[in-house]
């Protein structure tokens, strides 16, 4: 199964309503799309979304990485000669993890239909459904309370608040949606960098003593600040997940070997795909230490990709895949069945996408205009 062609494409597919967080409010899922041709017709998808407040990664920047490196390497190359393929999409420029993970899940795709079998299952994973959590965005605490009821009559139990926008109010946020849904509801919160170490310390515990009862804390502080990190994680009751510290399984070793999170978000496109995915997965594994599995604003193709990854690793014990759910609408054929909290992994070879409905993506380049 040679690789004959690669083609990149843009989508754009609207928000229920906008997506607010510490770093940046948004109105649609815009994302790169790549499709992966091959010498036998087997088409291998993957999506990318510019994410530039935590990956750094543009839309501009995400076509230039494929275009001028990231294509050019693997084009004409056998998808059977599987590990050296990816590595040389992991050598093929430095950074651009969001260029890297949407080539790195098209190939996986491919590797799956070579050999009739799912990713999933190509991973050694016996899980066949997911239950995610869906996000609230950071607002007015009232507001934040009635979103978070709209959740729950959408069938939610978990919830992830955004908060840290303005620091002062965010004690008073989780107290409005832990009112407004009671016990029993799972509230984990992501102040996605916006305190400081003290700070974080400070709020967590009061929200503590209020028996606001947190289950965990994505990124308190800084992401470059591990000392930071280690600082809230060793004093917070609240368990600490790193997220934006996370990028690497370089990073995760660093993360785990401190002993400065008590857990670790993976995503896809911080780490560059599947490939890498995996070793933060088998590091957190021996150190005990559980994962979340994560994404960006991502429509189908991308979030579908991490639901094969975590129905195959046991370590990956929480699921923040809400993407496709915040969407208006789903232009994406095949994959996985987002029916709100239960994803259901497909059974189909590869990832099991079988095309984008037609006139959504706007196809703009192909491998041609290499010749
Ligand atoms: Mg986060």
Redesign the pocket.
């Known amino acids: 199964m040679k690789i004959t062609s690669i083609r990149l494409g843009r989508i754009s597919v609207p928000l229920r309503t906008p997506f607010k967080t510490a770093l940046r409010s948004v109105n649609s899922v815009e994302d790169v799309i790549v499709e992966i041709g091959t010498d036998g017709g087997n088409v291998g998808y993957g999506e990318a979304p510019p994410t530039g407040v935590i990956t750094g990664d543009t839309t501009l920047a995400i076509i230039g990485a494929i275009q001028d490196h990231i294509g050019k390497t693997i084009l004409g190359r056998d998808v059977e000669d599987f590990e050296p393929l990816l590595q040389a999409v992991q050598g093929a420029i430095v950074g651009n993890t969001s260029a890297k993970a949407a080539v790195d899940m098209a190939l996986w795709d491919l590797y799956g239909q070579l050999y009739n079998i799912p990713v999933c299952k190509l991973l050694g994973g016996g899980r066949k459904q997911l239950v995610t959590d869906i996000t609230i965005s950071v607002n007015a605490p009232e507001t934040m309370a009635a979103d978070a009821i709209k959740a729950l009559k959408r069938g939610y139990d978990c919830l992830k608040m955004k908060v840290g926008v303005d620091p002062t109010l965010d004690v008073l946020r989780l107290k409005a949606v832990r009112e407004a849904v009671g016990q029993g509801i799972t509230i984990r919160i ?1 102040a ?1 960098q916006a305190w400081t170490p003290k700070q974080a310390v400070r709020i967590l515990n009061q929200m503590q003593e209020q028996g606001l009862d947190i289950e965990l804390v ?2 308190p502080v800084k992401a470059h600040d591990l000392e930071g990190l280690k600082y809230v994680t060793e004093r917070s009751f609240v368990p600490v997940l790193a ?2 510290s996370v990028f690497s399984p370089e990073n995760a070793m660093t993360i785990l070997k401190m002993g400065a999170a008590d857990l670790i ?1 993976i995503k896809l496109m911080k780490c560059g795909g599947i490939y890498n995915a995996l070793k933060i997965a088998s590091a957190a594994e021996v150190y005990g230490v559980e994962c979340m599995i ?1 994404c960006m604003l991502e429509a189908k193709i991308s979030v579908n990709a991490a639901v094969h990854l975590a129905c195959a690793k046991n370590i990956i014990t929480r699921v ?1 895949l809400d993407g496709p759910v915040l969407c208006s609408e789903d232009p994406i054929l095949g994959g996985a069945v987002f029916d709100e909290k239960i994803i259901t992994v497909s059974d189909a070879p590869g990832l099991g996408i079988s095309g984008i409905e037609d006139g959504k993506v706007n196809w703009f380049w192909d491998t041609s205009a290499l010749a």
Do not use: R
Request: hydrophobic letters at 0%; glycine letters at 12%; a negative charge.
């Open positions: 992501d996605n994505e990124q997220d934006e978000n994560g923040d």
